[in-house]
């Protein structure tokens, strides 16, 4: 009981120590949260390898050789890093700022994730209709920043038209895949890893397999349209599901993209 008692007293006394650490340890989640799968993830890590680095160094520095001018140069360094961050990372700030102000309208998203969906079903029946070959990814909660830039930037807004002009066979887009984030297109002619896994059937051929793919690599979900057959099928998690009746599509997606990843964000 002393014990327990002795770290009472000591929380008592010190309570800001635990109140900043947890301030701290949520801000640096939310940072990680918000960067994860881009690009300014990995310029993240390399900054704070290389800050860490020069601290240790700079310390060391410091308490044997008394290098005052190092100590003033890194306070300025200091000064200024918060305004080198906000530049780096501007494109991952903006849209943790869009996030931010779309959740008291979470009413108003949801419909127009609803509508966008409603754009894709409509796109993948005539796609599936005249047998017209798609893949067609929804970005989740990991970034596929990767893909995007490897792709050809679109950035407009989801319609029927949009998706069947990307893919309509002669278009230079159409061998690719479609990336849609943000209930925006944001890329097209994107190019992902082959699943390699066995036991996929043999009649799935590269864009099946490019689908699959990439949601072994991410929670993204992949909407198929085969060019032989005009069946639909939609990839998760690695696992697949064929021919997808087109009267069900509209409640599949919904349950993946829009009501699983609200979900998902409130746990």
Known sequence: MSTWNTVLNWLAAHWQVPVEVLLIAVVIYYILRMLRGSRGAGILRGILIVYALAFVVVSFLLRYSQLYSITYLLDQFLKLFAFVLIIVFQPELRRGLIRLGQRPL?????????????????????????????????????????????????????????LTTIFYPGSPLHDGAAII???????????????????????????????????????????????????????????????????????????????????????
Request: glycine share 10%.
């Open 106 to 162: 979470l009413g108003t998203v949801f419909r127009r994730e609803t509508a966008m969906i409603r754009e894709v079903v409509a796109a993948v029946a005539m796609m599936s209709e005249k047998r017209v070959g798609a893949l067609i990814t929804f970005e989740r909660e990991i970034g596929l920043k990767t893909y995007v830039e490897g792709g050809t930037r679109v950035d407009a807004e989801v319609t029927s038209g949009l």
């Open 181 to 267: 984030a943000e209930q925006r297109v944001v890329a097209a002619g994107c190019l992902f890893p082959l699943s390699e896994k066995p036991g996929l059937s043999k009649s799935m051929g590269t864009r099946h397999r490019a689908g699959i793919g990439v949601t072994e690599e991410s929670d993204a979900v992949s909407l198929i349209v085969s060019e032989e057959t005009g069946r639909v099928s939609v990839a998760v998690g690695g696992q697949v599901t064929e021919n997808v009746p087109l009267d069900r599509l509209s409640s599949v997606l919904t349950d993946l993209v829009v009501r699983e990843p609200r979900t998902a964000s409130r746990r």
